[in-house]
């Protein structure tokens, strides 16, 4: 997206200055943002999540695919944050956090009910089933 | 402590701020020294009064406004003046009691007690400083609360005669004097040779050298020097006795350290051996307690560092530990595939793992060889990685995840279909872990 944007600015220079490096760096940002329009794609399909009875699978990652298990006793809290442009597109990206510092499950780009509703299975689960160190 | 103040309310001893200035208490009597002795006329030293003055007045201030008392389940601190703190710290969460003894504390015969707490944001309790003959009481008396606070014993009596555990302990390991300096100089034999080198190099030139080390080098050197010197003062003569409340660490040689390590409360336990180690059969275990890299109230020296166990020791003795730590460990660890000599060609020989019911171990380091075993109960969450070069291999590794500060037991570069039955395996071996009931 901002490849696809610089591509755009740069021609648009190009255009009022007439010189022949813009517009070579515009087509390059342009061919740039085609390329990781896929990548893009590819990363949001590698995205997933799954409520499981005693532990939630978080997936996520293409070059590097990482499939986290996080048993919903050993959750310690829950973060629901919303960047601005997450907020401009009413998602957010909900966080969870066990003892272990490692412990690297993150849910991007949810709707906002969803993360909502997610957010507050967790926590009950993970009252219900929590556990000591 | 020995004054007490209504509602059970107690202050510490009289004597903590001059411990707690530490070295500032030291410049001070240098500072006064002049004045005592009279050689200074006295209009000079107003200044060195003045500061004198005020540092006293704050450390007399310190400890008025601070007390202790032990509430029901919690130990309630309270301190500061302006900003009044009042600090609740749940004895069921302790994870260990330490005592401290600095050189200065040791001077004036006081020691420091802290409390190891749990969880992520895990503070320190610390009672600095306490009378020394008041201090084994007291944590026993701490410890016993722990315990019984935890199994919810009603009949517990928290007022009664704690119980000694110091009595019926025995002795499993002593660290010889001897053997830690060389294992010390072994394990960090190229800090040597580049000490050997610039005394060499100032023989020769001594110039050079001089200038160099008036920069970056000598703040190395310093750092450097600390660091052995550091770890040389905790693990001289470190004692390792069983005790009935679990692992009693004893030992320090200017500031004493006493330290129980409850049953339990492992997360993960690792025996290391550095390359220079090995022909001598020598091995360091180390355990990991519950706890974040870095927290507020700890020393320099243990940030993101282990609780060494025993600094060296026979293979034999190392073995024999750890037997008692994890008694229920992996006796086979199996090697990777053969291929993952094209991913990482030093490292292969050296990978394995192995599982029983109740613990994972892995293998790692070529030259500086590393086994970690984690019991199951404690794991927090799994994760299955694969990079690119591992799905062109046809791998993947499954990295264990514990509360502990720096032991990650990670299953690497697993054959792929081996890895994926590993993490569904270690899942449910985990959950029926933590259902089972804790042994403490």
Known sequence: MPALLAGVGLAVAGELSGSRVAYGLAAAALVLGAISWRFVGRRYGSWGYAEREEDLLVRRGVMFARLSVVPYGRMQFIDVTAGPLERAFGLA????????????????????????????????????????? | MSTGTPEGWQRLHPLSPVVRGGRATIAIFILLIPIALGTDRFSNATPQLVITGVLVLGGLVSWLVTRWRIEDDDLRIETGLLRRQSLRFPLAQVQAIDVVRPGLARVFRVAELRLRMAGASGATARLAYVA???????????????????????????????????????????VQTGKLVASIVLENWWLVVILAGLLAGFA??????????????????????????????????????????????????????????????????????????????????????????RRKGEGEAQRGQLRTLVPVASRALG??????????????????????????????????????????????GRLRRVVSWVPLEKVQSLRH????????????????????RAVHATLRDRDAAEAASALAELTDLARAARRRPALT
């Open chain 1, 93 to 133: 990206t909900v966080r969870l956090h066990t003892a272990a510092a490692a412990t690297d499950a993150r849910i991007p780009g949810l709707e906002r009910e969803e993360a909502a509703r997610l957010r507050d299975s967790l926590a009950e689960l993970g009252e219900a089933q929590a556990t000591g160190l």
């Open chain 2, 132 to 174: 020394e003959h008041e201090v084994e009481p007291l944590r026993s008396q701490l410890l016993a609360l722990a315990r019984g606070a935890r199994h919810d014993e009603a009949d517990l009596e928290p007022t009664g005669e704690p119980e000694r555990p110091a009595a019926e302990e025995h002795v499993v390991a002593t």
């Open chain 2, 319 to 364: 073995v024999e530990l750890i037997d008692r730590l994890v008694p229920d460990r992996p006796r086979e660890l199996s090697p990777p595939p053969r291929r993952v000599f094209w991913k990482s060609p030093l490292r292969y020989r050296a990978l394995s793992w192995g599982r029983t019911e109740t613990c994972v171990a892995t293998t790692s």
């Open chain 2, 204 to 293: 020769a030139s001594p110039h050079t050298v001089s200038r160099a080390l008036r920069g970056v080098g000598f703040v190395w050197v310093l750092s450097m020097a600390t660091f052995i010197w550091r770890r040389f003062n905790q693990q001289y003569r470190l004692t390792v006795a069983e005790g009935p409340d679990g692992l009693h660490l004893r030992g320090g040689l200017v500031a004493l350290t006493a330290e129980v390590i409850r049953p339990g409360r492992v997360q993960a336990v690792r025996l290391v051996e550095p390359f220079l180690w090995r022909p001598l059969g020598w091995c360091r275990v180390e355990v990991d307690v519950a706890g974040r890299q």
């Open chain 2, 385 to 404: 990685v694969q990079g690119p070069l591992q799905r062109r291999l046809r791998l993947a590794s499954v990295h264990v995840d514990t509360a502990g």
